[in-house]
T-cell receptor, first 113, second 113 residues
Framework: DADVTQTPRNRITKTGKRIMLECSQTKGHDRMYWYRQDPGLGLRLIYY???????NKGEISDGYSVSRQAQAKFSLSLESAIPNQTALYFC????????????FGEGSRLTVL | LAKTTQPISMDSYEGQEVNITCSHN???????ITWYQQFPSQGPRFIIQ???TKVTNEVASLFIPADRKSSTLSLPRVSLSDTAVYYCLVGDSLWGGYQKVTFGTGTKLQVIP
């Protein structure tokens, strides 16, 4: 089983719908992140959380919200999806006591029609 | 926030050594240099990290000159399976977390038979 699991892996939805992408991890890391990847644009940070009580905006947080339900769970919500939120979304975790290496999930491909 | 510049793409024949250089003129004293590899539709994967001089692991080597304004990822004898996008990241991922680290567009390496 993957250490960082994202659900759903693929989702097609319509403009205006509320969407939640879920992430769970078994690595025991306190730090979790949500990234968005668009073709040719690399990865951009949406939100990050250093522990259950800590939530911070990244560089492109507008239109998104997150919830850190537990150390192992970090969810990303699109309250009212729009077509330019069509992208590949990645959840990641890191442990600052080692190299700070990011461990990524397999991604959630979201299409907003 | 240290910005990185790396070539958009590179081609190499199988069996050759590949060197990908990243420039980061504004690197800060506390910043580490980290490289990630990403295959299509997968999350990036950590390759190597360094602070100065040379670091080597079973996958790659990382060369960092004394002024630390650039770094070179070296992949020995590449194979077709090394075809991927390679990201150079600069930031204090260890202590500050990845909110200060930017994933650029990376270098798309195409290995040719």
């Amino acid at each position: 089983d993957a250490d960082v699991t994202q659900t759903p892996r693929n989702r097609i939805t319509k403009t205006g719908k509320r969407i939640m992408l879920e992430c769970s991890q078994t690595k025991g890391h306190d730090r979790m992140y949500w990234y968005r990847q668009d073709p040719g644009l690399g990865l951009r940070l949406i939100y990050y959380s250093f522990d259950v009580k800590d939530i911070n905006k990244g560089e492109i947080s507008d239109g998104y919200s997150v919830s850190r339900q537990a150390q192992a769970k970090f969810s990303l919500s699109l309250e009212s999806a729009i077509p330019n939120q069509t992208a590949l979304y990645f959840c990641a975790t890191s442990d600052p006591t080692d190299t700070g290496e990011l461990f990524f999930g397999e991604g959630s491909r979201l299409t907003v029609l | 926030l240290a910005k990185t510049t790396q070539p958009i793409s590179m081609d190499s024949y199988e069996g050759q050594e590949v060197n990908i250089t990243c420039s980061h003129n504004n690197i800060a004293t506390n910043d580490y240099i980290t490289w990630y590899q990403q295959f299509p539709s997968q999350g990036p994967r950590f390759i190597i990290q360094g602070y100065k001089t040379k670091v080597t692991n079973e996958v790659a080597s990382l060369f960092i000159p004394a002024d630390r304004k650039s770094s070179t990822l070296s992949l020995p004898r590449v194979s077709l399976s090394d075809t991927a996008v390679y990201y150079c990241l600069v930031g204090d991922s260890l202590w500050g977390g990845y909110q200060k680290v930017t994933f650029g567009t990376g270098t798309k390496l195409q290995v040719i038979p």
